[in-house]
């Protein structure tokens, strides 16, 4: 969503809010995202220094990493940042700034950089999950099984013999 920020700029308010939905998820391998991102926040400007306040909401679907069974979940990121105009900075200091190019900043980048680097890697159906049996499969939740779970490396199988005498 492009933002128009001519009124702050010209002094005619310090507040600008925002609020709307972002359509264009960002990709995150395995996770889908039931609806769009609900975005709500503001632009302040203090005395020339503008800063940039965003909370989003990403409903998603996913599997957990353990078990497989599906999660359904909400992602919440928040992002602070300060504004500058493009070209008043040196090119080193930029990445610390959102740019103001034409009197207006795009909310959606931010968003996707945020959740593609916030969203966590693994995600559980609970916090113990205990995950599937690597030798039957069975859904350690809901069951146990039988099976061994001492397993020797072949290559160290000599080693246990001389153990066991």
Avoid: W
């Amino acid at each position: 969503m492009i933002i128009d920020l001519s009124p702050i700029l010209r002094g005619e308010t310090s507040v600008l809010k925002i609020e709307y939905e972002m359509s264009d998820m960002p990709d995150v391998p395995d996770v889908t995202f039931t609806e769009g991102c609900k975005v709500s926040g503001k632009v302040d400007n203090r005395a020339g220094y503008m800063t940039l306040s965003l909370h989003a909401s990403l409903p998603y679907v996913s599997n957990c990493a353990r078990c497989l069974e599906e999660v359904r979940g909400v992602f919440e990121v928040d992002i602070d940042q300060p504004l500058a105009v493009s070209g008043a900075l040196n090119d080193e200091d930029t990445d610390d700034y959102i740019l103001i190019e034409n009197n207006a900043i795009d909310c959606d980048i931010p968003i996707s950089e945020a959740v593609i680097l916030d969203f966590p890697l693994k995600i559980l159906c609970k916090e113990d999950c205990a995950g599937l049996c690597f030798m039957c499969g069975k859904n350690l939740n809901h069951e146990k099984c039988s099976c061994e779970k001492k397993e020797i490396d072949p290559r160290l199988e000599i080693l246990a013999k001389l153990l066991d005498k």
